[in-house]
């Protein structure tokens, strides 16, 4: 069962704000608790599939140049680098 | 004019000179401008669509070359960027962004000369089935504008229904594009995984989502996958479908063909009337000689909270790169501290996408990802091999696409997992990759049930073929506008 303080543990990691306890907590918890029904899935034995692409079929890593200069669509920049917050107060 | 006409029938007319692209589309703007209001499925409106279609018909007339579309006017799901358009995802949070590329199936569509109509209305980053948790206000279903239109590609299915365009794109990451389909009473296709470039659509759960057609008949769906489908440089994920000609044979029929209908997704909680469509729709598909049996596919159970994990997990990761220092809206960075910021600029997120941003930390963290994110996995594994064995024995499955009628707007959306429930039958199909297809079947209480038709991986021909069959035995109403 999860609990409130792991909600807003995980919210504080996640960057976001809990300021309405109903609409995020309460709600979060109702949405995690429906997926304990995996417990009964009986698939522990189970493998996890995944999909492989091999490295000769990926896209050829070079620069592909735009023609737009895109740091200009940004809404903090200076120069070429983004305007970013400072990091402690 | 008639708006009310197929996505071949418009290339058809306008090829003989029976109309001009540019009195079509200048007659679809009317139609927008009388319905939207109400009926809301546009975010956006191209302006400047009928001077676009203008332009096609300059090119007629000259006898130049001239795309598959011939001007026809298609709306675009709003998660998808069309060069120097607005793309907002329904979110406040892109709610003045510029697609700096077109998306592959946009550039497709403009080599066939194909005119994007407007922007639809979805759930916030495709985050819903609704349509409700759009941050501009929920679509409306017009066969009951009190009632949800089904989501999260609501708008786009809005959009055909009501006659706003011809054909529309959304995008299918556990039914959204079947869903609306069925609940607007149109055609809705998810395709193959792979089958459509994702290139240029913005990403909600990468390993399942997919772009699909929805429109008003099961040929247009071919037509539009004839230009769409294939290979993209652009997304390793694709596959080389040899350019496939989804159209020829499509009225191949389907003696003979077996049929396994899903027990797992008619049980106790279907809606007697869509339980009765389905038995119904049974009996035709064996009146076109297809052999039908029932097949319980065991993990359909447990395939939401899997669905769920799995997307809020891959939504979580994406939904990161929304600092506001990439992506964003104008908030100065002045007087803030790093993490201050963007959990302030986070609150621009509308409910349901912090929830899932919420979930997809907690799923997949240290101490809660063997409960969850793996079995979740493990679920996904064991679904898909039941699928695969499944399709050695049918050629195809059947279930409703959506177990309920549509319902009212407001009615569901302060109770998540009732919510999570409506997805039962559709995500099957994002979690094994399979294509899948909605087609209207029948009207219960004014409201839209639709079938669903699900083949095997690459099997997307045989499937459009069964979904033309099935769509052959059914005459529906006309949407009451």
Not at chain 2, 83 to 92: D, F, G, M, Q, V
Not at chain 2, 215 to 221: A, E, L, P, Q
Not at chain 2, 252 to 281: F, H, Q, R
Request: aromatic content about 8%.
């Amino acid at each position: 069962m999860v609990t409130e303080e792991d909600i807003e543990h995980v919210s504080k990691l996640m960057k976001i704000n809990v300021n309405d306890h109903a609409e995020y907590v309460d709600k979060v918890r109702a949405m995690i608790n429906y997926f304990d029904i995996l417990d009964s899935a009986g698939v522990e034995s189970e493998e996890v599939s995944m999909q492989e692409i091999s490295i000769s079929k990926l896209r050829e890593d070079k620069y592909i140049p735009f023609d737009e200069k895109l740091i200009e669509k940004l809404n903090h920049y200076k120069g070429t680098y983004v305007r970013a917050p400072k990091m402690s107060s | 004019m008639n708006l009310k006409i197929s996505a071949l029938e418009f290339v058809q007319q306008v090829q003989d000179g029976n109309i001009s692209a540019e009195d079509f589309v200048a007659k679809t703007m009317e139609q927008i401008h009388s319905v939207d209001e109400k009926l809301h499925a546009f975010l956006s409106v191209n302006e400047n669509a009928i001077n676009q279609a203008r332009l096609i018909d300059k090119k007629i007339k000259s006898g130049d070359k001239v795309g598959a579309c011939f001007g026809m006017p298609i709306s675009i799901k709003d998660n998808m960027c069309i060069k120097n358009e607005k793309t907002t995802c329904a979110s406040k949070m892109l709610e003045n962004f510029i697609s700096p590329y077109d998306a592959t199936v946009i550039t497709k569509l403009k080599q066939q000369d194909a005119i994007f109509i407007g922007k639809t209305n979805m759930d916030e980053f495709a985050m819903g089935l609704s349509t409700e948790f759009s941050a501009f206000g929920p679509s409306r279903n017009p066969w009951n504008p009190e009632y949800v239109p089904g989501g999260s590609s609501g708008g786009s299915a809005v959009s055909v229904s009501a006659f706003e365009c011809v054909a529309s794109l959304g995008s299918d990451t556990g039914g959204s594009v079947r869903n609306p389909a069925s609940f607007c009473s149109v055609v809705g296709y998810k395709p193959t995984y792979g089958l459509i470039s994702r290139y240029g659509l913005i990403s909600y759960a990468n390993s399942i989502e997919q772009i699909g057609p929805i429109t008003r008949t099961v040929k247009d769906v071919a037509f539009m996958l004839n230009i769409i489908a294939g290979i993209d440089p652009n997304d390793n994920t694709t596959i080389d479908n040899k350019n496939e000609d989804y159209l020829s044979g499509i009225d191949s029929g389907i003696e003979g063909k077996k049929i396994g209908i899903i027990t797992d997704m008619m049980t106790d909680g279907v809606d007697p009337s869509v339980l009765s469509a389905t038995k119904d729709a049974i009996s035709k598909l064996e009146g076109l000689g297809a052999i039908c049996e029932e097949i319980s596919i065991e993990m359909v159970k447990y395939s939401v909270a899997a669905y769920y994990t799995i997307t809020a997990t891959e939504a979580g990761s994406n939904l990161a790169r929304y600092d506001n220092l990439r992506y964003g809206y104008d908030f100065s960075v002045e007087g803030y501290e790093f993490n201050s910021y963007i959990s302030k600029a986070r609150e621009k997120f509308g409910p349901e996408v912090t929830r899932r941003m919420i979930i997809g930390g907690f799923v997949p963290s240290a101490g809660h990802a063997g409960k969850y994110f793996l079995k979740a996995l493990k679920v996904k594994s064991k679904l898909t091999k039941e699928l695969d064995e499944a399709f050695k024995k049918f050629d195809l499955l059947v279930a409703p696409t959506v177990p309920i009628l549509p319902f009212k707007i407001g009615e569901k959306i302060n109770d998540p997992v009732s919510l999570f429930l409506v997805d039962i039958n559709t995500v099957t199909a994002n979690l094994t990759g399979k294509p899948a297809i909605s087609i209207p079947y029948s009207i219960s209480n004014g409201l839209p049930i639709g079938i669903q038709l699900f083949a095997d991986s690459n099997q997307d021909k045989l499937l459009l073929q069964a979904a033309y069959a099935l769509e052959q035995t059914v005459k529906l109403p006309e949407v009451p506008l």
